[in-house]
């Protein structure tokens, strides 16, 4: 059952024991006339919490294949509305994006998908400068689904986590944005580090390989993903990649006036980086062992 007065859009809320910030995230998205989370077995309330706000709350099970989380929800559940927005539990929609997303689905919008700018919370303090946060998060569902990269698991992840939406269609960008406010602690930003750097040497060992990936190449003149994707491939054959991101996004993108949540922030980002580089460098040693031997 649908209430009327409601934005006729369906949201997709991938969890996995998120209880610190599944509440918060489903508050900001009640507008909506169906919200779906789909959880991974959570060992803590996150499943509780969830039903206070939707009875759409699927279990899933992730076989160690494709598809992971986000494509098998975009091919399995019963979709009431043409649009869908993937909104993550550490996330919250402002009342001014709410408002601008209702706009667009109830006209005849020019677009078929919309990337997203994030304002950004580090230590309880919002980063108002520093390198930009962007994801294509809202979009009709038949013109999206995630690229498939078929890397060995390293993460056991079971969603997608670098893998970019592929857009079939006109791509537009929202005026408003959405928050990222995660309330666990440094302990899990660091595991979400090590984790995120392993997948991104997985990645590059793939496409090392000469392995192509069909869904998505990186162009210049291309959409805009396609564009994110030239860059970051670029940035990656670059040398000294942690002193260069460093200089680019605490002096060039002004991060140095968020003080001192804003050079923490930007150090572990660029120690990231390193560690990416540090584990790229292992993976060739190990690859030349196993030649050798």
Known sequence: MHTTNKVPISVLVPTRNEEANIAKCLESVRWADEIFVVDSNSEDRTVEIARRYTQNVINFTWNGQYPRKKNWALDNLNF?????????ADEEVTPELSREVARIVESES????????YNYYFLRKLLKHGDPLWKCILFKHKCIRFERMDTLDVTGYDVEMHEHPVVHGQLGHTNSRMIHRDFQDLHHHFECHNVYSDWEVAIQSYRMGDQENKDLKPALFGSHIQRRRFFKELFFRTPFKPVLFFIYAYFFRLGFLDGKAGFIY????????????????????????????
């Not at 009431?80 to 993550?88: A, L, N, P, T």
């Not at 020019?110 to 700018?117: G, L, S, V």
């Open 110 to 117: 020019e677009y078929d998908a919309y990337m997203i700018r």
């Open 266 to 293: 930007n150090v572990l980002k660029a120690i990231y980086w390193f560690e990416v580089d540090t584990k790229l460098y292992e993976h060739k040693l190990q690859q030349k062992g196993t030649r050798g031997s």
């Open 80 to 88: 009431s509305h043409e649009w869908v927005f993937i909104v993550d």
